[in-house]
């Protein structure tokens, strides 16, 4: 079983300035990664897919790159929308999401 | 523009059983394969169940495997989540997620609001 372990954990921002995310697999999982936005209260958005596609609808504020073992999310400009908690998800059988960074305000 | 939107949940006591239904609508429903995730409260989210886009292949976590019954009706636009024997460990809230492709790819590109489910007595 693929172990996906996130960090940081939590992550403390300002708006305007460039959030990195990590998330890293326990073997290697290819380009089967996912990454989504989650805010209080509300479903999960999926913002890139294939380790680097944006969905649609995603800005190109939002970037993710990585293959094998290690990925990231690159966030380069935070606006106040952004401050969320962020999963990783791998795509491959069986799905499993990493435990999440949260980043939130300065 | 895709709609899910889940129904069924409710308080349940450990050994008990719940019907989760998710109503699909802005999409052709027929062609996608459909999933469900859970989150407990103040927890991350885990792969539930996921049902290819005919119906004829399903797929379990372990967690659920033997207890949880997918199923949809295409007819209806209408994905269900059967949960019997109910554990405390199963209370979360439960997300209908639609797969980005015709495929199988575990890429959830829609999701529906979701339904509390909690297990206790």
């Known amino acids: 079983e693929v172990v996906l372990t996130q960090s940081p954990a939590t992550l403390s921002l300002s708006p305007g300035e460039r959030a990195t995310l990590s998330c890293r697999a326990s073997q290697s999982v290819g380009s089967s990664l996912a990454w989504y936005q989650q805010k209080p209260g509300q479903a999960p958005r999926l913002l890139i897919y294939g380790a680097s596609n944006r969905a649609t609808g995603i800005p190109a504020r939002f970037s993710g790159s990585g293959s094998g073992t290690d990925f990231t999310l690159t966030i380069s400009s935070l606006e106040p929308a952004d401050f969320a908690v962020y999963y990783c998800?791998?795509?491959?059988?069986?799905?499993?999401f990493g435990p999440g960074t949260t980043v939130d305000i300065k | 523009e895709v709609q899910l939107v889940e129904s069924g949940g409710a308080l349940a006591q450990p050994g008990g059983s719940l019907r989760l239904s998710c109503a699909a609508s802005g999409f052709t429903f027929n062609k996608y394969a459909m999933s469900w995730v859970r989150q407990a409260p103040g927890k991350g989210l885990e792969w539930v169940s996921a049902i290819s886009s005919s119906g004829g292949s399903t797929y379990y976590a372990d967690s659920v495997k033997g207890r949880f019954s997918i199923s949809r009706d295409n007819s209806e636009n209408t994905l269900s989540l059967q949960m019997d024997s109910l554990r405390a460990e199963d209370t979360a809230v439960y997300f209908c997620?639609?797969?980005?492709?015709?495929?199988?790819?575990?890429?959830?590109?829609?999701w529906g609001p979701g339904t509390l489910v909690a297990v206790s007595s």
């Open positions: 998800q791998l795509s491959a059988n069986w799905p499993t």
């Open positions: 997620a639609k797969d980005a492709y015709g495929g199988i790819s575990y890429y959830f590109d829609s």
